[in-house]
């Protein structure tokens, strides 16, 4: 008996410590700014927890800068046209340009919001971040 409270104690902690470990949005990201970027896709993260895109940023000197956006569920952005494979599929080089809300820190980072294709078709995270 006692040990099948010790396991479900233990099970519980373990299952809080999971709850903590996930960060809040707004501790990371900057809601009240954002960021704007013409870049061209360089990669995708489908893995959970947070699924990313990053992008390639030529920067007015000449050098290039990696940022990275995080993103909703795959669901979810399927759901708004951001897929990785398939007919309307992002792909690796092409050119977009993604609004997203900065990190607090200046890190290359953000929270996507959209991301615009180069043909003018939107794609939307909003709610999804």
Same mark, same amino acid.
């Given at each position: ?49 947070? /699924?990313? +895109? =990053?992008?390639?940023?030529? &920067? ?7 940022? !990275?956006? %995080?993103?909703?569920? $795959?669901?979810?952005?399927?759901? /708004?046209? +951001? =897929?990785?494979?398939?007919? &309307? ?7 977009? !340009?993604? %609004?997203?809300?900065? $990190? ?26």
């Amino acid at each position: 008996m006692i040990a099948r409270h010790v396991i479900v104690l233990a099970a519980f902690g373990l299952a809080s410590l999971a709850a903590q470990a996930h960060h809040s949005i707004a501790a990371v990201y900057d809601s009240s700014r954002q960021q704007r970027l013409e870049a061209v896709v360089a990669e995708f993260q489908f893995v959970n927890p947070h /699924r990313s +895109i =990053t992008v390639t940023v030529k &920067n007015k000197d000449g050098t290039t800068t990696d940022w !990275t956006f %995080t993103t909703g569920s $795959a669901t979810a952005l399927a759901q /708004r046209g +951001i =897929t990785k494979v398939g007919p &309307n599929a992002l792909k690796i080089g092409e050119e977009v !340009t993604v %609004t997203g809300t900065p $990190a607090w820190n200046g890190a290359p980072l953000a929270g996507l919001k959209t991301l615009k294709r180069a043909d003018g078709t939107v794609l939307g995270n909003e709610g999804g971040n």
